[in-house]
């Protein structure tokens, strides 16, 4: 009798686990798998990460803030448009042309007055230092700090200055800074609406996002979205945030 109760039980609770199995099972295929967004600030090799070797430079050019001399090796520092230009070191007659030609590029756009009065706030810092940081912008700051990749954005569509001062002007005039949650929603909605390749670098960050698509959208450039008429089809919210806001 004994025996027959412990099968019967035995029974009973196998039947339960396999109850408990098959409801878990089905409660898991009529929910749907939940979308885990980008991390807001997320680390890349970006063009505001501060590596190491970026960091050196930007040491570089505070501890000759107030030097003179271009020739020495050491800061010029020259006013163009409203525009601050820090030189260092022996900087080609060409580079400089493309810095004062970026300016001029930049002040013909479209954006406001007040955002180009804005824009000059940042200063830019020229120096030719292969491998140590490129293209990048940093607390305030643009660095263009590889002669050669320089003149390689110019071979295409491109505006490294306008792309580098969007970035000031999301750090330091957008509401909430890199951390602006409109600028951060449109981003994660482009990111799983597959406006663009997930590896294109518009989708970096919530920060390439910007910077990449307002240098399409005023100069152009060779990546997307390309152009202003690309962005509107593409991605027309930030085409209209763009137009609103700046």
């Not at 120096?127 to 390689?152: A, E, Q, T, W």
């Not at 200055?161 to 981003?187: A, C, K, Q």
């Not at 909605?189 to 920060?207: E, H, K, L, R, T």
Request: charged share 15%; aromatic share 10%; with cysteine.
């Amino acid at each position: 009798m004994r025996s027959t109760k412990t099968r019967v039980n035995s029974m009973l609770v196998l039947l339960l686990a396999l109850a408990v199995i098959s409801s878990c099972k089905k409660e898991e295929q009529s929910s749907p798998t939940e979308q885990v967004k980008p991390v807001a600030g997320q680390t890349v090799e970006d063009h505001i990460t501060i590596t190491p070797e970026r960091q050196k430079v930007i040491d570089f050019f505070k501890q000759n803030a107030n030097a003179r001399g271009e020739a020495s090796g050491a800061v010029a520092k020259i006013s163009y448009r409203g525009f601050t230009v820090n030189y260092s070191g022996t900087v080609p007659n060409d580079v400089k042309s493309l810095v004062t030609g970026e300016i001029d590029q930049l002040l013909s756009t479209s954006t406001s007055s007040t955002t180009k009065q804005h824009m000059t706030g940042a200063p830019i810092n020229v120096y030719n230092s292969p491998g140590s940081g490129d293209l990048f912008y940093s607390n305030g700051n643009v660095y263009i700090v590889n002669f050669s990749v320089y003149r390689s954005v110019h071979t295409a569509p491109g505006n490294v200055i306008i792309h580098e001062l969007f970035h000031y002007l999301h750090d330091r005039w957008v509401p909430g800074g890199f951390n602006n949650s409109t600028i951060y929603n449109m981003y994660v909605n482009a990111y799983y609406s597959g406006v663009y390749p997930s590896s294109a670098y518009v989708m970096s960050n919530q920060v390439e996002y910007l910077g990449v698509s307002a240098e399409a959208n005023y100069t152009g450039t060779n990546r997307p979205p390309y152009n202003a008429s690309t962005l509107a089809s593409s991605d027309p919210d930030l085409k209209s945030y763009l137009t609103t806001n700046f």
